[in-house]
């Protein structure tokens, strides 16, 4: 389909294979690596696909707008969770088709691999192939953020956690990590504990919904999936199909704080803290006395003042486990609060 001087959208012709988008970087060259493993798994399941592969940050961008108006609407994404990011992003920036028409699969071989937790999908390349065979769709919200740059107004989309303040800073670190050969959870945990001695605190504004916090913020995720920083529950009430955003946000701590709730992180707990709040809204604004870190899905976005809106139910995906999806789904932490009665609901001991 291509969008008409109206806005509608008119047929073009439609491809039946898939459209296979390999990151031969992720996982530290992983993808690389395995390339040839993965391509005969596929073929010995049969599955026909066109391979493209991503050469350098934002490559996916260009490749997938691109195949899409070629008249791909199924893509398997081969990579990690910032490969699928920049897959999103070309979904949602190209104009040949709407972004709900498209169909999104994965094959984890990325370092943390993050979002494929919340949706069930297992590691094993024969698990998650026979995953895509399986073809159980949901369709998944997206998060819109949109920043200024230089005064230049930049868009950019996420489908699993972003983060402000402290987290941006730790996925900056690890990111760096990562670039020098280093994978595995001691990258996530090397860089917590490392940019604590270097992040400065400041006093943030931010909005959610109609409600305004101002304080002094360490850090705040929003999250449509659950997990981050490779399995870190940071967001343990967000559930990816409500239509909404789960919001974690945590004020001054100190290092004895973080190392006291260093595992209550892996189960979602450390939101009982006395220092912890979560929130569920549709919109966010967050904006500091100085300009404040920003990162999506593990991409760093650099430091800026944040608008960010939620597109329900937008993109459909392929999931395994249906185990956090689904808006009845509320047994993720235990004794969570009701989620259901309110837009807006306040966690804090």
């Known amino acids: 389909m291509v969008k008409s001087d109206s806005g509608a959208y008119k047929s073009t012709g439609i491809k039946e294979e898939w459209l296979l988008l390999l990151n031969p970087h992720a996982g530290c060259s992983k993808g690389l690596e395995d390339k040839e493993l993965i391509l005969s798994k596929l073929r010995e399941k049969k599955i026909k696909f066109k391979l493209v592969t991503s050469d350098y940050p934002r490559h996916s961008f260009t490749l997938v707008k691109q195949y899409i108006e070629e008249g791909f609407r199924k893509i398997i994404v081969a990579g990690g969770d910032g490969t699928l990011n920049e897959v999103v992003n070309g979904i949602f920036l190209q104009e040949a088709t709407d972004p709900e028409n498209i169909k999104l699969g994965m094959i ?5 691999n993050d979002w494929i937790k919340t949706f069930g999908i297992p590691l094993g390349y024969d698990e998650s192939i026979q995953t895509i065979i399986e073809n159980k769709v949901v369709k998944q919200d997206i998060g819109k953020i949109t920043y200024s740059d230089n005064n230049e107004e930049n868009t950019r989309f996420f489908a699993n956690i972003a983060g402000f303040g402290f987290d ?68 343990p009430y967000a559930i990816p199909n409500n239509g909404r955003f789960q919001i974690t946000v945590i004020k001054k701590i100190g290092l004895f704080g973080i190392i006291r709730n260093l595992a209550r992180l892996y189960k979602g707990t450390f939101v009982k803290d006395h220092r912890v709040s979560t929130y569920t809204c549709k919109e966010v604004y967050i904006s500091g006395v100085h300009t404040i870190p920003g990162e999506v899905d593990g991409e760093s976005l650099g430091n800026h003042s944040f608008h960010i809106v939620m597109i329900p139910e937008k993109l459909q995906v392929i999931y395994g486990d249906d185990k956090y999806l689904f808006k009845d789904n509320l047994e993720t932490v235990q004794d969570e609060p009701s989620l259901k009665e309110s837009v807006l609901t306040v966690v804090s001991e």
Do not use: W
């Open 168 to 235: 941006a800073m730790v996925a900056e670190r690890a990111n760096a990590l990562k670039a020098k050969g280093k994978k595995g959870l001691i990258v996530y945990l090397q860089s917590l504990l490392g940019s604590f001695f270097s992040y400065k605190i400041c006093r943030a504004k931010i909005q959610i919904d109609k409600q305004e916090i101002e304080d002094y913020i360490f850090t705040s995720s929003i999250g449509i999936g659950k997990f981050n920083g490779g399995g870190m529950m940071q967001t």
């Open 108 to 112: 984890p071989i990325g370092t943390g």
